[in-house]
Nanobody, 123 residues
């Protein structure tokens, strides 16, 4: 059974940093790409970034490039989202998801999702 659990969200001030974690159940992490998505109130869920199964390649939406970094530790079945210089526009529920073996920005290519973790950035 594939289970993904996000953690690390919280309330921070603008300019702060946070690190989100996504822990996957054993045996379900590799060789799949993993992605982060977010959903703000009254908005559609949007792609934030993804990482290849090997961790050698990462991809980001333009609004987070240079501020967010995705990494993964396959030995620990865990993916991370390092977020720097957060702004109020980053306020959302953040979800991790397991993607295809090749990475994708399409949420419908991701078959398994975590429950989400709230990130709130005050101005």
């Amino acid at each position: 059974q594939v289970r993904l659990v996000e953690s690390g969200g919280g309330l921070v001030q603008a300019g702060a940093a946070l690190r989100l974690s996504c822990a996957a159940s054993r045996g379900t992490f590799s060789p799949y790409s993993m992605g982060w998505f977010r959903q703000a109130p009254q908005k559609n869920r949007e792609f934030v970034g993804a990482i290849s199964w090997s961790g050698d390649a990462t991809f980001y939406t333009d609004s987070v490039k240079g501020r967010f970094t995705i990494s993964r530790d396959n030995a620990k079945n865990t993916m991370y989202l390092h977020m720097n210089n957060l702004g109020p526009e980053d306020t959302a529920v953040y979800y991790c998801a397991r993607g295809p073996t090749d990475w994708s920005t399409d949420r419908y290519q991701y078959g398994y999702w975590g429950q989400g973790t709230q990130v709130t950035v005050s101005s």
